[in-house]
Nanobody, 115 residues
């Protein structure tokens, strides 16, 4: 069984940075599958903002390009999302999961950007 545990969220001012982590355990090796970061803002649908393929290719949703960086540590089976130049519209609960093949969702980590 796959378990995904997100952490690293918090409250920051606009322009600030956060680094999210997602530890994967169970029958999953993130080095062998595509993984992504999703976010869900209040009253909105969950959206995919960044993904990384098994080969290391990355893609980003337009609103986060140049500000967010997805990466992984295969030895730690951990996915990361470095978020810089944060904006109020980045406020959401952030989740990691497969971009198309979904594993059980974790609890997510709250990111709040506000002055």
């Amino acid at each position: 069984q796959v378990q995904l545990v997100e952490s690293g969220g918090g409250s920051v001012q606009p322009g600030g940075s956060l680094r999210l982590s997602c530890v994967a355990s169970g029958s999953i090796f993130i080095s062998l599958v595509s993984m992504g970061w999703f976010r869900q803002a209040p009253g909105k649908q969950r959206e995919l903002v960044a993904r990384i393929s098994s080969g290391g290719r990355t893609n980003y949703e337009d609103s986060v390009k140049g500000r967010f960086t997805i990466s992984r540590d295969n030895a730690k089976n951990t996915l990361y999302l470095q978020m810089n130049s944060l904006k109020p519209e980045d406020t959401a609960v952030y989740y990691c999961n497969g971009p198309t093949t979904h594993y059980p969702w974790g609890q997510g980590t709250q990111v709040t950007v506000s002055s």
